[in-house]
């Protein structure tokens, strides 16, 4: 089973580099999991509302996107050292065929964001005739 995590060249580069700051976004540690009930995806997200966040689903593709504000900081600071990314985020993920996306369950507690996706249910065979016509 293969999950590909998408990033572009943006998300490619460390936290905190340049190519972060240029486009504002970064991306949350995620993990992937699978348990008997299905697919667990696991993001942290410490100081967020769930308001704040959205998942959005396209075919086996996951999006995680939100922002994590910074209601800590004043606005004259200089860092000595600054390790917490703040601002826009996404994270995409290419699941593995099997598991029912449109049946997945979400919850933000204690800042992790829990996705559940169960198995995808097999669809029953169903029989179907084809017409055939006469000649060419």
Not at 12 to 26: D, I, L, M, Q, V
Request: charged letters at 20%.
């Amino acid at each position: 089973m293969a999950i590909t995590r998408l990033k572009s060249s943006v998300h490619a580069f460390p936290s905190g580099s340049a190519a972060e700051s240029a486009t504002g976004r970064w991306t949350p540690n995620t993990d992937v999991y699978v348990t008997p009930t299905g697919l667990v995806i696991k993001v942290e997200l410490a100081g967020m509302k769930s308001d704040s966040l959205e998942i959005t689903i396209e075919g086996q593709r996951l999006r995680i996107t939100g922002a994590r504000p910074d209601f800590c900081r004043s606005g004259q600071c200089s860092f000595l050292i600054m390790a917490i990314s703040y601002g826009q985020f996404e994270t995409l993920l290419d699941l593995p065929t099997g598991y029912d996306l449109g049946a997945a369950r979400a919850v933000y507690l204690n800042g992790f964001l829990r996705i559940d996706v169960p198995p995808a249910r097999p669809q029953p065979s169903k029989a179907t005739k084809v017409p055939i016509s006469e000649g060419f």
